[in-house]
């Protein structure tokens, strides 16, 4: 399968393109903006390919990876938006800037390797977006984490609307709303809380439903979570 994992180095996306790239029939670009998270990747596995992306900059950045992409891969048959920012600071006190930024990262950008990515991906392929259950409608909501959790929401809905769009192209489109993982994110969120997942698990689960789980669903919100803090 040649797959494209957006935000992969660290977290739990790091662990998912570790856990893909276990099966030598993928091949795998992974973005981010850590280049030497990037290049440590890349030297791990021979079927990982590192493109630096940042998704709040120009079109020119995202010309260089829909290059490598044309390079490396005849069609995408997975796309892991899994990219993501987190400023903990309450709704008020959230300058113009930091607010932009958190929704550049985790919705417009993801939104526009989208529509950057749709027109090489293949009949039957898979969009998995991943969002948090910060996001997710009547869950359980925190001070400091407004725009976040909004931005969220936002990728979770679209995910939704382009199931609808994608449906004559037989392209899927599903989101996956995570709870408690313990990663970097989570400690600079919750410091001392401590998750009863890991990274490392809860990219076992991911890279296996990117796989299947178009098979069963479409245009559907999945709440992950065993906990939330």
């Known amino acids: 399968m040649n797959i494209v994992v957006n935000g992969g180095t660290r ?8 856990e893909l790239s276990h ?3 993928n091949n795998i670009i992974v973005t981010g903006r850590n280049e030497k998270s990037l290049e440590l990747l890349s030297s791990n596995a021979g079927n990982i390919h ?4 940042d998704l709040t900059s120009s079109d ?5 990876l829909i290059d490598i ?8 048959d997975i796309l892991i938006n899994n990219a993501g920012l987190l400023i903990s600071k309450r709704f008020i006190e959230t300058n113009e800037d930091e607010a932009r930024l958190i929704m550049e990262t985790n919705f417009f950008g993801p939104a526009l390797l ?16 991943i969002s948090s259950m910060g996001g997710f409608q009547g869950s359980a909501k925190f001070d400091g984490l407004a725009y976040y959790s909004a931005a ?10 382009l199931a609808v769009e994608f449906a004559d192209s037989k392209i899927s489109v599903n989101c996956l709303a995570l709870g408690a993982v313990q990663t970097e994110m989570l400690e600079e969120a919750f410091p001392g809380y401590k998750a009863p997942v890991t990274a490392k698990e809860m990219a076992e689960f991911i890279s296996y439903f990117a796989k299947t789980g178009h ?15």
């Not at 590192?50 to 992306?53: E, N, Q």
């Not at 969220?152 to 609307?161: F, G, M, W």
């Open 23 to 25: 099966d030598s029939a």
């Open 11 to 18: 977290g739990i996306g790091r662990e998912v393109v570790i």
């Open 215 to 229: 098979k069963f669903f479409n245009g559907k919100i999945l709440p992950v979570a065993v906990s939330t803090p």
């Open 69 to 76: 992409v044309n390079q490396h891969f005849n069609s995408v």
């Open 60 to 64: 020119k950045s995202f010309k260089s």
């Open 114 to 129: 989208i529509r950057k990515l749709k027109p090489v991906m293949a009949e039957g392929s898979h969009i998995l977006n």
């Open 50 to 53: 590192a493109v630096k992306l």
């Open 152 to 161: 969220k929401a936002a990728i979770s809905c679209l995910s939704e609307c």
